[in-house]
């Protein structure tokens, strides 16, 4: 089953999806994918995973790390399927990271990797941008690279674990105005899930709805103001991304206030 958040009308309204993206509402109404407004899937706290692939870190002329490099995503980040993302003025290189998201489906304490998949809800989609002008060092990537308003889609949907054979046998790929731009598979992830939920579990209570972004292929490419911007993870599904302006994207907002 997929779940999904939109907004209908002005309510936001929990539905389940169906393969075609229309969505289904509790009391059985139905709406195309482009007839919503989608939103983040989860309101979690958000673990993101830097140099997690093994082509990616090498594609930096980077080993691969030791031990997990995490960072935390912030809520001003995260939009949902079909939404806008701003390229700030005055940078060089903003680029696509196409990422597979693990969702916490119960309360996780000190787990042990034999037993950690029993703790993921579902999988969702997430698309972390990255301003790198300002990434000094890959090891610790700061606000201004990877918290930015808008630079965070996620979703469309959470697919349930059960409907996925296997995470850690995937493909994900980046389509830039229909062009593919980065392909990848999830085999060559440096941490995989289990042992990820093991290690942050062991100093920390991860919740429901909390979620682990486990980094991405290289591949990657700057985007510009009208590119849209495709992810997709084989049996997961699509997240479909738009980039505007600056300028657009906070006129836009003054006149939602």
Not at 56 to 78: C, G, I, M, R, S
Not at 154 to 174: E, K, V
Not at 178 to 201: A, C
Request: charged share 25%; net charge negative; glycine share 6%.
């Amino acid at each position: 089953m997929k779940t999904a958040r939109v907004k209908i009308n002005g309510e936001v309204q929990q539905v389940t999806v169906n393969d075609d993206y229309s969505v289904v509402a509790a009391h059985g109404a139905s709406w195309r994918e482009d007839e919503v407004t989608w939103l983040p899937p989860q309101h979690g706290t958000v673990f993101a995973l830097g140099l997690n692939y093994a082509d990616h870190a090498a594609e930096l002329a980077f080993k691969a790390p030791q031990q997990p490099l995490l960072f935390l995503k912030t809520p001003n980040t995260f939009i949902g399927h079909r939404q806008r993302s701003y390229r700030p003025d005055n940078i060089d290189y903003l680029h696509y990271e196409a990422e597979l998201v693990a969702v916490i489906g119960k309360t996780a304490r000190r787990v042990k990797q034999r037993e950690a998949m029993d703790y993921v809800g579902g999988y969702t989609l997430c698309n972390d941008y990255a301003v790198r002008d300002y990434l000094e060092n890959y090891y610790r990537p700061n606000l201004r690279v990877k918290c930015r308003d808008s630079l965070s889609p996620l979703g469309p949907y959470i697919i349930d674990r059960d409907d996925i054979d296997d995470p850690h046998d995937l493909r994900l790929s980046t389509y830039v105005n229909g062009e593919l731009r980065q392909q990848g598979t999830t085999r060559d992830m440096v941490f995989k899930i289990p042992f990820l939920i093991e290690y942050l579990s062991a100093f920390m209570t991860l919740q429901p709805g909390d979620m682990i972004s486990t980094g991405t292929p290289k591949g990657l490419a700057d985007v510009q103001p009208g590119d849209e911007v495709v992810i997709e993870v084989e049996q997961v599904g699509r997240l479909i991304n738009y980039i505007v302006s600056e300028q657009e994207y906070f006129d836009e907002r003054a006149t939602c206030l």
